[in-house]
Every structure is written in structure tokens, then in C-alpha cells.
């Protein structure tokens, strides 16, 4: 376990933080790999309960305000957020839109690393990119209906490798 994942769930317990804040934090922890698709998942499948999902949005706007060395808090709640955007309840996006402004400032995002390295780069980009969709409402709808698609298909590929996999079993 690292010292980052040790002190994550520390502040987890200090804070009383809820299921679904843990894995919204998980999700856009500073640690340098993106979130997993799994994790996102799950969080997609929490925003269509009602607290869960203001819990789940709460804390996205909160590391969506995070600035500096904490870019990649940033960073990872926009991807978690353009995750969302497609695949959660219609509801995130409809927030998304209500609070449009804080998405579009992220567009300006500057923080550059002690080694001169602009990390503001990825979050300005991914800020873009999320604007423009949620502008777009022809271009959402397909998104979400790609992504719809995607997991019926994945769920199903789930199911059939695990129907044959009791059928080679039975032989």
C-alpha cells in the first residue's frame, strides 16, 4: 500500500466521507495513472440514486476548484465528468450545463511543474472538449447512445463467456 493510498484513507475516516465520495475520490486521486474503468462505472451506477448522485457531484465540483500541484485532481474529474456525461444518469449532464461557467474556466488552466513541464495542457484540452459537447445537444445524444450500446454489448460478452465457461464445465 502506498503512503498516498494510506493517507487517502485516513482522510476518508477524518472526514467521514461515503461510499461514494471514497470512489469519486479514488477516482481523481493525484496519483499519476487516470482512473479505471471500473471505478467510473460504479460511479455512473451511483449518480441514478439521488443522494448518491449529489454526493458523486459535490465532490467533483469541489476537485474541479482544486488548482496547482493538485492539477491531476482536475484532470481526472473532467475525464471522470466527461465519463459521466455519457454513460450516468441524464441528470449529470443537466448539471453540467446548469454550471457550464466552471467547466469553461478550466479552459485558462495554468500550472507548470518544477521541471517546466505545462501540466495545465490536459486539463485545458479536456475542458474543451466537454464544453463543446455539452453544447451540442445532437452530439450528446449520440454519445450516449454509443455508450449505451458499448456496455450492453460488454455486458453481454460478460454473459457469454460465463455461459461457456459453465457449459465447459458440465463436459
Not at 449529489?54 to 493538485?70: A, C, P, Q, T
Not at 443537466?94 to 474556466?105: A, P
Request: glycine share 4%; with cysteine; proline share 1%.
Amino acid at each position: 500500500m502506498t503512503t498516498s493510498s494510506l493517507r487517502r484513507q485516513v482522510k476518508n475516516i477524518v472526514h467521514n466521507y461515503t461510499e461514494a465520495e471514497i470512489k469519486v475520490r479514488e477516482a481523481t486521486s493525484n496519483d499519476p495513472w487516470g482512473p479505471s474503468t471500473s471505478v467510473m462505472s460504479e460511479i455512473a451506477d451511483l449518480t441514478f440514486n439521488a443522494v448518491a448522485f449529489s454526493e458523486v457531484m459535490d465532490m467533483i465540483w469541489r476537485r474541479l476548484n482544486d488548482s496547482g500541484k493538485n492539477w491531476r485532481h482536475v484532470y481526472k474529474a473532467l475525464t471522470l465528468l466527461d465519463y459521466l456525461i455519457k454513460t450516468a444518469s441524464e441528470k449529470v449532464a443537466q448539471q453540467c450545463r446548469e454550471n457550464l461557467y466552471t467547466v469553461q474556466t478550466l479552459k485558462d488552466f495554468q500550472f507548470v511543474d518544477r521541471d517546466g513541464k505545462d501540466q495545465g495542457i490536459n486539463v485545458r484540452e479536456k475542458a474543451k472538449q466537454i464544453v463543446f459537447l455539452l453544447k451540442d445537444e445532437e452530439r450528446l445524444k449520440q454519445e450516449r447512445e454509443l455508450a449505451l450500446k458499448t456496455k450492453e454489448r460488454m455486458s453481454q460478452g460478460a454473459t457469454g463467456i460465463s455461459s461457456s465457461q459453465q457449459s465447459d464445465r458440465k463436459s
